[in-house]
């Protein structure tokens, strides 16, 4: 974990909508402490936060990015604009209330600033190519730790998860040319809130509909994974709440179906992670923020953020003695 002084770790960011913030102030504590990630991974939400990362940012500039970043413009819609019948012809003829258009531009803009693209050539997975590195992830030849980040989506007209940029080349695409913000795009799309993003196979020309990575993983921790001891270890930061059930108010179908949503990507009980798993978790507090909360206000952004600094250092202080668990339980997992 430890090498000249420099402590190196993969990260693995669940999704949580507009309380990614929270994400970014944890990122800080790790960051003082002289944290520096090799692999980043997410989605959702996540998925944004992995992304600025990994093409150079550090915390404190992606906090000044989440600051400014207009989170009602994030609620893009069509032109045709009336409320409650725009809304029902967007989810019945476009699958999703928002284009999602906002966030993917502004994605480029700032990816392009960092990796100092003046051509107006968009980012793609292969600026982030990690030289020399021959690694593999999963266990599987297809997935390579060559790139530096690896963002989860979900493929709802084929029924799968798809890891990215790999799983792109199904689909036609040489994984070096993805886009990174289409990518991130893609694991945003919150079911009816934005719309899915069409995606068509070169070589068939099939149309696939992909959604948001939460749908089938939204905390991917164990991407990083390997038979036997690692390099160094893999950090999760989760999005959770207080112990208390919030509450859904439903009173007509656009409410109904934000509490489905809310329910599938953030009722997800500490019991359903394992103990080697629980062991490298940061859990920061969301204070009961809600997920399409998209008019956040500054202040619940602050608190947010605090919220992952206070998470984080109080993780750090039993990090070492975790470790050593999840490596005895990781070891016997394998035996």
Known sequence: MDNNNRKFADAVFEGGGVKGIGLVGAL????????????????????????????????????????????????????????????????????????????????????????????????????????????????????????????????????????????????????????????????????????????????????????????????????FDVNGIPRWPTIGFKLGGNKEIREHKITNIFNFTSSIIETMLEAQDDIHIREMDYLRTVKINTLDIKTTDFNISNKKIMDLYNSGVVCAKEFLESWENNYKKHSLLRSNSYK
């Open 28 to 223: 800080k504590i790790f960051e003082e402490n002289g944290y520096e990630w090799k692999n980043i991974s997410g989605t959702s939400a996540g998925s944004i936060v992995a992304a600025l990362l990994a093409v150079g940012y550090s915390s404190e500039e992606i906090k000044k990015l989440m600051i400014q970043l207009d989170y009602k413009k994030i609620t893009d819609k069509n032109h045709f604009n009336i409320p409650i019948l725009s809304n029902t012809c967007n989810l019945l003829f476009k699958k999703g209330i928002f284009k999602g258009d906002y966030l993917k531009n502004w994605l480029d803009e700032i990816f392009s600033i960092k990796i100092n693209h003046t051509d107006g050539k968009k980012v793609t997975f292969g600026d982030l190519i990690i030289p020399e590195e021959k690694g593999i992830l999963i266990n599987n030849d297809k997935y390579k730790r060559k790139y530096k980040l690896h963002i989860i989506a979900t493929d709802i007209s084929n029924g799968k998860m798809i890891i990215l940029p790999e799983d792109i080349a199904d689909y036609g695409i040489n994984p070096d040319e993805l886009q990174v913000s289409l990518a991130v795009r893609m694991s945003i799309s919150i079911p009816y809130f934005f719309q899915p993003v069409n995606l068509n196979d070169v070589n068939s020309n099939k149309k696939s509909l992909i959604v948001d990575g939460g749908v089938l993983s939204n905390y991917p921790v164990w991407i």
